[in-house]
């Protein structure tokens, strides 16, 4: 849809198969293959999104074998970053991260001072049995303005 209008899409992607797709299907549009927990820092300055859908790693580091508890965390503060002020980011991650959790409560009212978390809601692994998983996940819409008070969060429906 964004092609249609007048949205120019900036697409990035590190796995090798996927980013070969997107430059099938938008070949004209900005492609790159950066580690996007540090997109911000890697993007050209004049790159600055309005709206941002992602769905970081859960646990995972580009180039660490090792499990990384904070890795969707850094990719929604790297895209926080970048994202326009009064702009809308859109993830999917896992069931934990999230500022329920006290674990990530702290980082997450920190996130809040720039950008407050307006929607957070668990998804249900069985929604993903179709497709061959069952691992529960999280929805959470984030927008780029500074929350009246960073410690206060939305709670889940339901």
Avoid at 67 to 84: E, I, K, M, W
Avoid at 87 to 105: F, H, K, M, Y
Avoid at 120 to 147: N, Q, S, W
Wanted: glycine residues 6%.
């Amino acid at each position: 849809q964004a092609a249609l209008g007048a949205s120019r899409l900036a697409l990035n992607e590190v796995a090798d198969v996927r980013a070969a797709l997107l430059h099938q299907l938008f070949g004209d549009s900005h492609i790159t293959a950066h580690d996007a927990a540090q997109i911000h820092d890697r993007l050209d300055p004049a790159i600055v999104p309005t709206c941002i859908v992602m769905n970081p790693p859960f646990s995972s580091a580009l180039g660490i074998e090792a499990r990384v508890a904070d890795t969707a965390f850094r990719h929604l503060s790297s895209a926080v970053a970048r994202l326009a002020n009064g702009g809308r980011l859109v993830a999917i991650t896992g069931a934990n991260c999230s500022p329920e959790q006290s674990a990530w409560r702290d980082s997450f009212a920190r996130l809040q001072e720039k950008a407050r978390v307006v929607f957070t809601a668990p998804i249900a692994g069985a929604v993903y049995a179709p497709h061959g998983t069952t691992f529960e996940t999280r929805l959470t819409v984030i927008d780029k303005l500074p929350a009246d008070d960073p410690t206060s969060f939305p709670t889940a429906p339901g």
